[in-house]
């Protein structure tokens, strides 16, 4: 394969490479719409797509030029010579007819016989048998993209309560911690009950949250699939995980205590009615308000989920986990309550909330990027102000499972 032909395979992968990258993200978000920070992936990954294909075009014309040149004289070539016809192959029948002609040769009466004797020894050599193990320096080594890379990048319990823009450095929630009074007047013309409305507010401060790498030119110019989106992809994930972590970490501190799954198998009525009391205590703190969702941990899984069958589950408290829901963080409900997974949460506990009781709030840098001529590298650095604020703690309670 000549320079031409390895340029317009490489340019090839990785249009196909980031493609895939696309397809891959466009698939993880189950038809939902695309995240910031997918969206921003995808956006990165098609100006790649457009200048790899602007590169393309001229080598593949210069290649189409090429092989039809190498077509034309081809065709020509059986006019330009005239190849003498081949004797065919020399064929004894018989050993007498091998004998006939040994003698022959030997009293010099016969140039014919001769001629096919000689014929007949050098067909017969053994011949050289040439494998691969000869020439390992003309056998190419595919890479088939893209990389493999497991890794959980959903922020369930973000997407659940939904970022909020943040609004600066610092900022504050007003919060009624006293209401007004109303009550029955003892007596015709008696004073009435009287109670002043008291606000305090909130206050939160942005977190920051980022990493970098230093990528030399000539890994990014080498590599195929193409390191450099690999590398901001990773960074982005790991902006995901930190965050969601955060997320569940400050919600875990603050959540009320509720009633803890009993020690030894858990039991379907256990379980539901420890969601049952987290559901009381979460209305008596939101009156109403928000939407009710709980969220676990990868490790509860085999703990609820064979309590929860999705077997004939008509006359069931759950219509039954189902695995393949996953990634989105969905595995079912138990009494109506969604319940999700998520990385982030504790170990052997569930997070039930309002999401009234719970706010998140970001501003998303994305990735950044400056070139180091020195010594021909790129530093890339991905990065964003995360902070999850408590807007009620006893709309959010902890059911622990003791072992």
């Known amino acids: 394969m000549g320079a031409t032909d390895q340029m317009i395979a490489r340019y090839a992968a990785?249009?196909?490479?980031?493609?895939?990258f696309i397809d891959s993200l466009i698939e993880?978000?189950?038809?939902?719409?695309?995240?910031?920070?997918?969206?921003?992936?995808?956006?990165?990954?098609?100006?790649?797509?457009?200048?790899?294909?602007?590169?393309?075009?001229?080598?593949?014309?210069?290649?189409?030029?090429?092989?039809?040149?190498?077509?034309?004289?081809?065709?020509?070539?059986?006019?330009?010579?005239?190849?003498?016809?081949?004797?065919?192959?020399v064929e004894y029948r018989t050993a007498g007819e091998y004998m006939s002609d040994y003698i022959q040769v030997l009293m010099g009466s016969s140039v014919t016989a001769k001629d096919r004797m000689q014929r007949y020894q050098v067909e017969q050599r053994a011949a050289a048998h040439q494998t691969t193990a000869d020439?390992?320096?003309?056998?190419?080594?595919?890479?088939?993209?893209?990389?493999?890379?497991?890794?959980?990048?959903?922020?369930?319990?973000?997407?659940?309560?939904?970022?909020?823009?943040?609004?600066?450095?610092?900022?504050?929630?007003?919060?009624?911690?006293?209401?007004?009074?109303?009550?029955?007047?003892?007596?015709?013309?008696?004073?009435?009950?009287?109670?002043?409305?008291?606000?305090?507010?909130?206050?939160?401060?942005?977190?920051?949250?980022?990493?970098?790498?230093?990528?030399?030119?000539?890994?990014i110019d080498f590599t195929m699939p193409g390191v450099m989106d690999i590398v901001v992809g990773d960074l982005a994930a790991q902006y995901a995980i930190q965050t969601e972590a955060a997320a569940c970490a400050a919600f875990d501190t603050a959540a009320t205590a509720g009633v803890p799954i009993a020690t030894g198998a858990a039991t379907a009525a256990?379980?539901?009615?420890?969601?049952?009391?987290?559901?009381?205590?979460?209305?008596?703190?939101?009156?109403g308000a928000g939407r009710v969702f709980a969220v676990t941990g990868p490790d509860m899984l085999p703990i609820l989920a064979p309590i929860f069958p999705p077997v004939n589950p008509q006359n069931a408290i759950s219509?039954?986990?189902?695995?393949?829901?996953?990634?989105?963080?969905?595995?079912?409900?138990?009494?109506?309550?969604?319940?999700?997974?998520?990385?982030g949460v504790g170990t052997l506990r569930i997070l039930m909330f309002s999401s009234a009781a719970a706010e998140v709030y970001e501003d998303r840098i994305g990735s950044l990027s400056v070139v180091e001529p020195s010594v021909l590298g790129v530093q890339v650095a991905y990065a964003g102000y995360f902070t999850p604020m408590v807007i009620e703690a006893t709309g959010i309670v902890k059911i622990v499972k003791t072992p």
């Not at 038809?31 to 590169?55: F, H, Q």
């Not at 369930?156 to 909020?164: A, D, F």
């Not at 256990?270 to 969601?275: D, P, R």
């Open 135 to 219: 020439n390992p320096g003309l056998i190419p080594a595919p890479i088939l993209g893209p990389v493999v890379n497991f890794i959980d990048q959903n922020r369930t319990l973000v997407t659940q309560l939904g970022p909020r823009q943040l609004p600066g450095q610092t900022w504050s929630r007003p919060k009624v911690t006293q209401h007004t009074s109303v009550a029955t007047q003892s007596a015709e013309k008696a004073e009435l009950v009287s109670q002043k409305m008291t606000i305090t507010k909130l206050t939160a401060t942005a977190v920051t949250y980022g990493g970098y790498v230093n990528v030399s030119r000539q890994d």
């Open 28 to 89: 993880s978000s189950n038809g939902a719409d695309l995240s910031d920070e997918k969206a921003e992936l995808v956006t990165e990954a098609r100006k790649r797509i457009e200048a790899c294909d602007k590169m393309l075009k001229p080598l593949e014309e210069a290649r189409r030029i090429s092989g039809d040149s190498a077509h034309r004289i081809a065709e020509l070539a059986k006019y330009m010579t005239d190849k003498p016809a081949q004797p065919a192959p």
């Open 319 to 343: 219509e039954g986990f189902a695995a393949a829901g996953m990634g989105t963080g969905l595995v079912g409900s138990i009494s109506g309550v969604p319940l999700y997974v998520s990385a």
């Open 270 to 287: 256990g379980v539901s009615a420890s969601l049952w009391d987290a559901a009381s205590k979460i209305y008596t703190a939101t009156k």
């Open 14 to 20: 990785e249009i196909e490479e980031r493609q895939q």
